[in-house]
């Protein structure tokens, strides 16, 4: 598992930009899994393709 988190503050004004902000800079090909409130947020996705050996 990996996770990471930026404090809004530091790199957006709003909460709204924020969350504009975390998907533009996740660069997801897709996102699987999202879910939200007034003031929380989880992104779940994947970059790139995995291949079975």
Do not use: C, H
Not at 1 to 10: E, R
Not at 42 to 53: A, D, E, M, Q, R
């Amino acid at each position: 598992m990996i996770y990471g988190s930026f404090g809004p503050s530091v790199v957006t004004d709003t909460f709204q930009e924020y969350k504009a902000w975390l998907l533009k800079q996740n660069d997801l090909d897709r996102l699987t899994y999202k879910a939200e409130g007034k003031n929380w947020l989880v992104l779940s996705g994947t970059k790139g393709t995995i291949s079975s050996t």
